[in-house]
């Protein structure tokens, strides 16, 4: 009999039975039964709706743990290529979440991943047509009945996602290159990923790794209710590689390296409104070590080592993106012309196609555009090899160029501050800054400096047009520049030094200048164009003439003739009406120590002579004033001969207005021989030249009264010529010297500028008749005799320029000569009288001295100019509020002069004549000069107070015989310098005498004497 425990203990058995066979049961259903009966209905589904090249390996189930896993499926298109596969899928699902409506995932797995895609055509791929026979196949499902509400998303939470060792192939048969590329190592792991609303966001990382070393790797978190993400991205690898050989058709270069990098951090979320809410922080993008090539050969196009994007910020919201910097870095840039004209950038370029801009004028039209910024913008050290093989002798240029920009937007009116830096391996340097504003309309306003810009640099495009060599010359300048739509103007000053110019045919200098200064430049663009010019100083220019035997000259051989086609024969049009000029003004053109050499070797005898130290000024030139300029101009011929020249003229418009008067002094005849024989058959053997040429054209009409004196003709032996005149020439020369030994040729010409039919008359045949009127016996000169001069070298008078004291080269001459003669003879003395003439010495003497206190304050003007200028700047710089501090403008040059002359006719008013009205005068003067249209003509009114003040320039008859007695004392040190023993000899009286002018010059007259009884 049983006891009572046992009784009790008797049920649990058989429970434990039933437990264990509904275990069993539910291990037997979920673990075998159902893998088996979910592969049967599967693959059937599977084949039907995705095709017959489809394999699915196991599937296992654990029913107690809720996990799936399906191993080793295979999805192949018609043609037996993978499109979709994976070795394992595995899920495990929580049991009492679903209890309350929610799939869990606690983990879902999958390995080994690929997916396959394969492009056909612009419009077929493998996928498109997966998806087309998934949708033929697809059963035809009921129709739904309308329903107000919108259906709610599945409540699902996948606690951890993870997807190892995925792999993506990628085919693109579209390019004439089929691109092929392959996506392996994609690793990816997602936790707390769930469409539960307010859920906690899941924490995410996946990495993309392609065979060529690129990688994509993310890390962050994604929310799907509501949806939302943030994170950071990096990417970096040698993408360029990859885009270039899927895109190489359409692009025309050879991409070859480059390493991409880049990175940022988002934050990405859905409003309430659906609008999609993007921030990018800490964006930096860099693109280093690229090459591109030229696909026809090869060679290297350009460089590029470092191009970075660093400090990016970009707000979809606010249609904002920023950027703290843009660098280029190192870039070696190669632009070649090549011989027939073509630039190898430019070749690569597809043909320009006519497309309507309809469509693109619309596109991207926004009431609310974006806002663009990029804080600075470094270009730096950047060489750009320029080759040329044009030219025959190719040209290459090295530049290196750096650029900071600062401030770039697309805002309105925004400026952009600008610093560029160029500099040229063959020598010269270009700095520029200033504000560049390009929305709505371009403007610039910036200064620059150009330091010593070598100019042999364009030698080759020289040598195409003409046979010289430039072998050197520096170019340097400096100055402000604006530009706008409307008007544009440069403001500054340029320079050029070191000019040489050499005859490659002769290879002998040819042009050159020392020195060429343009001051105080103001150029203005726009409904006008205007010129405004302080000076031009041109400092020891040079050039050589020659004149070939067979008439044509040097510079006419070094020009390289046209060599394109011949001109046709076509009906002259009728000239049209000149265009009137510009304002144009020069206030002054300084020329000096300019020298050149002259040869005719189309003479019998060839013929050479050298002018130096020719030096002057040219006065104020305007287009716009009635107001001649005025000519004076120096210089000396060979050893001991004069050339002036001196006159008015209207540079821009010569023909309506030139008066010039060239005059020659002290010319060695012997050297004039070569011409001489042409026409008189005879070699000179002695003598000296003046030539007086004046020209006068009025409204193109030209008249001109010329005169040659020569001095002391001796003829010497015949040389035939065709052309000479048969002439007792010997007999006439000794015999029809005037009593100062002087023969006068008059040469008159005149002519019609528009049609030129100008009459010289005959030349030698009027010389010999004023010859033969003016037979004169010449005595002899003793003291010239002594020396070797001519018997009628006149040693009696000194010339002077009027107003000056300085000896010009013909009396030097006459001095040295006097000197030995006196040496010769030592009982002779020297009796001195100093000289002036009253009113060519004053007036010579009032203008040097004017003309000298203007220039000291056109300086002093223009100096408190600049400083006026500088000192506002500099408290503009320093302001709370800038734009109440005035800052002011330079005058022009023209400008400076008006003040300083009009403030020094009221400064004499008040010296010179106290009551005086000088505005009443200055107003008088003004209107004077003043067209019916109001317009003031500067120029004549500044001449006009010019002349007036210059008349008032207080010389007294102390100044003139100051003048006389430095003339004396002039003449005293000369004949001193000589020897010593002439120094006692020489009397020099105490007073001055007043002289007539001669031929332009004050004469001094000198008287010998003996040395008297008291033992001088």
Same mark, same amino acid.
């Given at each position: 009999?049983?006891?009572?425990?046992?009784?009790?203990?008797?049920?649990?058995?058989?429970?434990?039975?039933?437990?264990?066979?509904?275990?069993?049961?539910?291990?037997?259903?979920?673990?075998?039964?159902?893998?088996?009966?979910?592969?049967?209905?599967?693959?059937?589904?599977?084949?039907?709706?995705?095709?017959?090249?489809?394999?699915?390996?196991?599937?296992?189930?654990?029913?107690?743990?809720?996990?799936?896993?399906?191993?080793?499926?295979?999805?192949?298109?018609?043609?037996?290529?993978?499109?979709?596969?994976?070795?394992?899928?595995?899920?495990?699902?929580?049991?009492?979440?679903?209890?309350?409506?929610?799939?869990?995932?606690?983990?879902?797995?999958?390995?080994?991943?690929?997916?396959?895609?394969?492009?056909?055509?612009?419009?077929?791929?493998?996928?498109?047509?997966?998806?087309?026979?998934?949708?033929?196949?697809?059963?035809?499902?009921?129709?739904?009945?309308?329903?107000?509400?919108?259906?709610?998303?599945?409540?699902?939470?996948?606690?951890?996602?993870?997807?190892?060792?995925?792999?993506?192939?990628?085919?693109?048969?579209?390019?004439?290159?089929?691109?092929?590329?392959?996506?392996?190592?994609?690793?990816?792991?997602?936790?707390?990923?769930?469409?539960?609303? %307010?859920?906690?966001?899941?924490?995410?990382?996946?990495?993309?790794?392609?065979?060529?070393?690129? *990688?994509?790797?993310?890390?962050?978190?994604?929310?799907?209710?509501?949806?939302?993400?943030?994170?950071?991205? *990096?990417?970096?690898?040698?993408?360029?590689?990859?885009?270039?050989?899927?895109?190489?058709?359409?692009?025309?270069?050879?991409?070859?390296?480059?390493?991409?990098?880049?990175?940022?951090?988002?934050?990405?979320?859905?409003?309430?409104?659906?609008?999609?809410?993007?921030?990018?922080?800490?964006?930096?993008?860099?693109?280093?070590?690229?090459?591109?090539?030229?696909?026809?050969?090869?060679?290297?196009?350009?460089?590029?080592?470092?191009?970075?994007?660093?400090?990016?910020?970009?707000?979809?919201?606010?249609?904002?993106?920023?950027?703290?910097?843009?660098?280029?870095?190192?870039?070696?840039?190669?632009?070649?012309?090549?011989?027939?004209?073509?630039?190898?950038?430019?070749?690569?370029?597809?043909?320009?196609?006519?497309?309507?801009?309809?469509?693109?004028?619309?596109?991207?039209?926004?009431?609310?555009?974006?806002?663009?910024?990029?804080?600075?913008?470094?270009?730096?050290?950047?060489?750009?090899?320029?080759?040329?093989?044009?030219?025959?002798?190719?040209?290459?240029?090295?530049?290196?160029?750096?650029?900071?920009?600062?401030?770039?937007?697309?805002?309105?009116?925004?400026?952009?501050?600008?610093?560029?830096?160029?500099?040229?391996?063959?020598?010269?340097?270009?700095?520029?800054?200033?504000?560049?504003?390009?929305?709505?309309?371009?403007?610039?306003?910036?200064?620059?400096?150009?330091?010593?810009?070598?100019?042999?640099?364009?030698?080759?495009?020289? *040598?195409?047009?003409?046979?010289?060599?430039?072998?050197?010359?520096?170019?340097?300048?400096?100055?402000?520049?604006?530009?706008?739509?409307?008007?544009?103007?440069?403001?500054?000053?340029?320079?050029?030094?070191?000019?040489?110019?050499?005859?490659?045919?002769?290879?002998?200098?040819?042009?050159?200048?020392?020195?060429?200064?343009?001051?105080?430049?103001?150029?203005?663009?726009?409904?006008?164009?205007?010129?405004?010019?302080?000076?031009?100083?041109?400092?020891?220019?040079?050039?050589?003439?020659?004149?070939?035997?067979?008439?044509?000259?040097?510079?006419?051989?070094?020009?390289?003739?046209?060599?394109?086609?011949?001109?046709?024969?076509?009906?002259?049009?009728?000239?049209?009406?000149?265009?009137?000029?510009?304002?144009?003004?020069?206030?002054?053109?300084?020329?000096?120590?300019?020298?050149?050499?002259?040869?005719?070797?189309?003479?019998?005898?060839?013929?050479?002579?050298?002018?130096?130290?020719?030096?002057?000024?040219?006065?104020?030139?305007?287009?716009?004033?009635?107001?001649?300029?005025?000519?004076?101009?120096?210089?000396?011929?060979?050893?001991?001969?004069?050339?002036?020249?001196?006159?008015?003229?209207?540079?821009?418009?010569?023909?309506?207005?030139?008066?010039?008067?060239?005059?020659?002094?002290?010319?060695?005849?012997?050297?004039?021989?070569?011409?001489?024989?042409?026409?008189?058959?005879?070699?000179?053997?002695?003598?000296?030249?003046?030539?007086?040429?004046?020209?006068?054209?009025? =409204?193109?009409?030209?008249?001109?009264?010329?005169?040659?004196?020569?001095?002391?003709?001796?003829?010497?032996?015949?040389?035939?010529?065709?052309?000479?005149?048969?002439?007792?020439?010997?007999?006439?020369?000794?015999?029809?010297?005037?009593?100062?030994?002087?023969?006068?040729?008059?040469?008159?010409?005149?002519?019609?500028?528009?049609?030129?039919?100008?009459?010289?008359?005959?030349?030698?045949?009027?010389?010999?008749?004023?010859?033969?009127?003016?037979?004169?016996?010449?005595?002899?000169?003793?003291?010239?005799?002594?020396?070797?001069?001519? =018997?009628?070298?006149?040693?009696?008078?000194?010339?002077?320029?009027?107003?000056?004291?300085?000896?010009?080269?013909?009396?030097?001459?006459?001095?040295?000569?006097?000197?030995?003669?006196?040496?010769?003879?030592?009982?002779?003395?020297?009796?001195?009288?100093?000289?002036?003439?009253?009113?060519?010495?004053?007036?010579?003497? *009032?203008?040097?001295?004017?003309?000298?206190?203007?220039?000291?304050?056109?300086?002093?003007?223009?100096?408190?100019?600049?400083?006026?200028?500088?000192?506002?700047?500099?408290?503009?710089?320093?302001?709370?509020?800038?734009?109440?501090?005035?800052?002011?403008?330079?005058?022009?040059?023209?400008?400076?002069?008006?003040?300083?002359? =009009?403030?020094?006719?009221?400064?004499?008013?008040?010296?010179?004549?106290?009551?005086?009205?000088?505005?009443?005068?200055?107003?008088?003067?003004?209107?004077?000069?003043?067209?019916?249209?109001?317009?003031?003509?500067?120029?004549?009114?500044?001449?006009?107070?010019?002349?007036?003040?210059?008349?008032?320039?207080?010389?007294?008859?102390?100044?003139? %015989?100051?003048?006389?007695?430095?003339?004396?004392?002039?003449?005293?040190?000369?004949?001193?310098?000589?020897?010593?023993?002439?120094?006692?000899?020489?009397?020099?009286?105490?007073?001055?005498?007043?002289?007539?002018? %001669?031929?332009?010059?004050?004469?001094?007259?000198?008287?010998?004497?003996?040395?008297?009884?008291?033992?001088?």
């Amino acid at each position: 009999m049983a006891t009572a425990d046992e009784a009790t203990r008797k049920p649990i058995p058989r429970l434990w039975w039933w437990l264990a066979g509904v275990l069993l049961a539910w291990a037997l259903l979920g673990g075998v039964v159902a893998p088996m009966v979910l592969r049967q209905q599967l693959m059937p589904l599977l084949q039907q709706r995705l095709g017959d090249n489809v394999s699915l390996g196991r599937i296992r189930i654990n029913p107690f743990t809720l996990a799936a896993t399906i191993e080793s499926f295979d999805l192949r298109d018609g043609q037996g290529e993978r499109l979709l596969a994976f070795d394992t899928v595995y899920a495990n699902l929580a049991l009492f979440p679903l209890l309350e409506g929610t799939v869990q995932v606690q983990q879902l797995w999958v390995d080994g991943l690929y997916v396959g895609v394969h492009r056909y055509s612009e419009t077929d791929t493998n996928i498109a047509r997966l998806l087309a026979h998934v949708n033929d196949t697809a059963p035809v499902a009921p129709a739904a009945p309308p329903s107000k509400d919108e259906p709610a998303m599945p409540r699902i939470d996948i606690l951890l996602l993870e997807l190892t060792g995925a792999s993506i192939g990628y085919v693109d048969e579209v390019p004439a290159v089929p691109f092929r590329t392959h996506v392996e190592a994609v690793d990816i792991a997602i936790t707390n990923l769930s469409t539960v609303p %307010e859920s906690e966001a899941a924490d995410q990382s996946f990495t993309l790794a392609l065979g060529d070393g690129t *990688q994509l790797r993310w890390r962050g978190d994604i929310s799907i209710a509501p949806i939302a993400s943030s994170g950071d991205l *990096q990417l970096f690898g040698p993408v360029t590689e990859l885009a270039y050989r899927y895109f190489q058709e359409q692009i025309p270069v050879v991409l070859d390296g480059g390493w991409f990098d880049a990175g940022l951090d988002y934050e990405f979320s859905l409003g309430n409104d659906g609008a999609p809410q993007l921030r990018l922080r800490n964006m930096q993008v860099s693109l280093s070590n690229l090459d591109i090539l030229s696909p026809e050969n090869g060679e290297l196009l350009a460089r590029l080592p470092t191009l970075a994007l660093s400090g990016g910020d970009l707000d979809l919201a606010r249609r904002q993106v920023q950027f703290n910097r843009l660098q280029l870095a190192d870039f070696d840039i190669r632009p070649t012309r090549y011989s027939d004209g073509s630039i190898n950038f430019l070749r690569l370029l597809p043909e320009t196609e006519q497309e309507t801009a309809a469509a693109t004028a619309d596109a991207g039209s926004d009431s609310s555009p974006w806002d663009l910024r990029i804080t600075e913008t470094a270009v730096e050290r950047w060489r750009i090899q320029l080759r040329d093989e044009v030219p025959q002798q190719p040209v290459a240029v090295a530049l290196g160029l750096n650029v900071r920009a600062t401030n770039i937007s697309n805002r309105a009116n925004a400026p952009i501050n600008v610093d560029t830096d160029i500099s040229l391996g063959s020598g010269g340097r270009l700095r520029a800054g200033g504000a560049l504003t390009v929305l709505p309309t371009p403007r610039y306003d910036g200064e620059f400096t150009l330091e010593n810009l070598a100019l042999p640099v364009v030698q080759p495009y020289l *040598q195409e047009l003409a046979n010289i060599h430039l072998d050197s010359g520096v170019l340097r300048a400096e100055g402000n520049v604006s530009y706008a739509p409307t008007q544009s103007g440069f403001s500054g000053a340029l320079a050029l030094e070191g000019l040489g110019i050499t005859d490659t045919g002769e290879n002998e200098a040819l042009f050159g200048i020392d020195s060429l200064q343009v001051e105080a430049i103001n150029l203005r663009t726009g409904e006008q164009t205007s010129v405004d010019v302080g000076a031009i100083r041109l400092t020891h220019p040079y050039a050589r003439v020659e004149i070939e035997a067979d008439g044509s000259t040097n510079i006419g051989r070094v020009m390289r003739p046209d060599s394109g086609e011949p001109e046709t024969l076509e009906e002259t049009p009728e000239p049209a009406a000149p265009t009137p000029l510009p304002p144009v003004r020069i206030d002054q053109v300084v020329i000096s120590g300019a020298s050149a050499d002259f040869s005719d070797r189309s003479l019998p005898l060839p013929f050479a002579v050298h002018m130096d130290a020719l030096g002057g000024e040219i006065s104020a030139i305007s287009s716009q004033s009635t107001e001649p300029a005025r000519v004076m101009l120096e210089g000396q011929v060979d050893e001991f001969g004069l050339a002036s020249i001196s006159g008015r003229l209207r540079p821009l418009d010569f023909a309506s207005l030139t008066e010039i008067d060239l005059s020659f002094r002290n010319l060695d005849i012997p050297s004039l021989s070569p011409y001489m024989i042409k026409f008189a058959g005879r070699r000179i053997d002695d003598g000296d030249l003046d030539v007086d040429l004046s020209y006068r054209i009025q =409204e193109r009409q030209l008249q001109g009264d010329n005169a040659m004196v020569m001095r002391d003709l001796v003829l010497g032996e015949r040389v035939p010529h065709p052309d000479a005149l048969d002439l007792p020439l010997g007999l006439a020369i000794a015999l029809l010297k005037d009593r100062n030994g002087v023969i006068d040729l008059a040469v008159p010409v005149t002519g019609d500028l528009d049609n030129p039919q100008f009459s010289y008359g005959s030349v030698i045949s009027t010389a010999l008749a004023n010859i033969i009127r003016n037979i004169v016996t010449s005595p002899f000169r003793f003291l010239a005799g002594l020396v070797g001069g001519g =018997e009628d070298d006149d040693f009696g008078v000194i010339a002077f320029m009027p107003g000056r004291s300085d000896l010009l080269p013909p009396e030097r001459e006459k001095l040295l000569k006097l000197g030995s003669a006196l040496i010769e003879r030592p009982q002779l003395q020297l009796d001195l009288t100093g000289v002036y003439e009253r009113t060519t010495d004053r007036e010579a003497m *009032q203008q040097n001295v004017f003309d000298a206190r203007v220039g000291l304050a056109l300086e002093a003007a223009r100096q408190a100019a600049e400083d006026a200028r500088a000192l506002a700047e500099a408290q503009v710089a320093v302001a709370e509020r800038p734009e109440t501090i005035p800052v002011p403008a330079i005058p022009t040059a023209t400008e400076l002069r008006r003040q300083v002359l =009009e403030r020094f006719y009221r400064q004499s008013a008040v010296d010179l004549a106290a009551g005086e009205d000088a505005e009443a005068f200055l107003t008088s003067q003004r209107a004077e000069f003043t067209s019916q249209e109001g317009q003031l003509d500067e120029t004549a009114y500044l001449e006009s107070l010019r002349r007036a003040l210059i008349a008032r320039e207080p010389i007294t008859q102390a100044d003139l %015989e100051r003048l006389a007695q430095e003339r004396l004392n002039a003449i005293v040190t000369a004949l001193s310098g000589l020897d010593a023993t002439l120094a006692p000899r020489l009397q020099a009286h105490a007073e001055s005498a007043a002289v007539t002018l %001669e031929a332009a010059r004050v004469p001094m007259e000198l008287s010998l004497s003996a040395i008297n009884a008291r033992g001088r």
